[in-house]
């Protein structure tokens, strides 16, 4: 369980991240990063950010790129919150697919419907 310091650290980092992102992704025409969640450990060390990537097809080419270029997104995080924290956390980052797995239930479910016109 998180305390409530932890929940208002993650919001901040995440907020700040979302705006990073939102920045960095208006160079690029077609493609749209979102800070999904973000997880602060107890130590303040280490943020788990999960980030969600549209186009889907692209987004290890993304994260990829996301990943060599952590540390100038640590050091843009460090500069919008540097009033806030002492030391900002390390970034890691993974990918949310959930939207996917919700997309690919809703096809399987989709397909195993059977048709109200047959039951007539």
Same mark, same amino acid.
């Given at each position: 369980?998180? +305390?409530? /310091?932890? $929940?208002? !650290?993650?919001?901040?980092?995440?907020?700040?991240?979302?705006? %990073?992102?939102?920045?960095?992704?208006?160079?690029?025409?077609?493609?749209?990063?979102?800070?999904?969640?973000?997880?602060?450990?107890?130590?303040?060390?280490?943020?788990?950010?999960?980030?969600?990537?549209?186009? +889907?097809? /692209?987004? $290890?080419? !993304?994260?990829?790129?996301?990943?060599?270029?952590?540390?100038? %997104?640590?050091?843009?995080?460090?500069?919008?919150?540097?009033?806030?924290?002492?030391?900002?956390?390390?970034?890691?980052?993974?990918?949310?697919?959930?939207?996917?797995?919700?997309?690919?239930?809703?096809?399987?479910?989709?397909?195993?419907?059977?048709?109200?016109?047959?039951?007539?």
């Amino acid at each position: 369980m998180e +305390s409530t /310091r932890l $929940q208002k !650290i993650s919001r901040l980092l995440q907020k700040e991240l979302s705006e %990073i992102f939102r920045r960095e992704t208006a160079k690029t025409r077609g493609t749209l990063v979102s800070v999904s969640s973000v997880r602060v450990s107890p130590d303040l060390s280490v943020a788990n950010v999960r980030l969600s990537i549209f186009p +889907s097809e /692209r987004a $290890q080419e !993304i994260m990829d790129n996301i990943n060599q270029n952590e540390r100038g %997104i640590r050091h843009q995080l460090a500069q919008q919150v540097r009033y806030q924290l002492r030391r900002c956390p390390e970034l890691k980052f993974h990918i949310d697919d959930s939207l996917d797995y919700i997309d690919h239930i809703d096809e399987l479910l989709a397909k195993d419907k059977p048709k109200e016109n047959e039951e007539s």
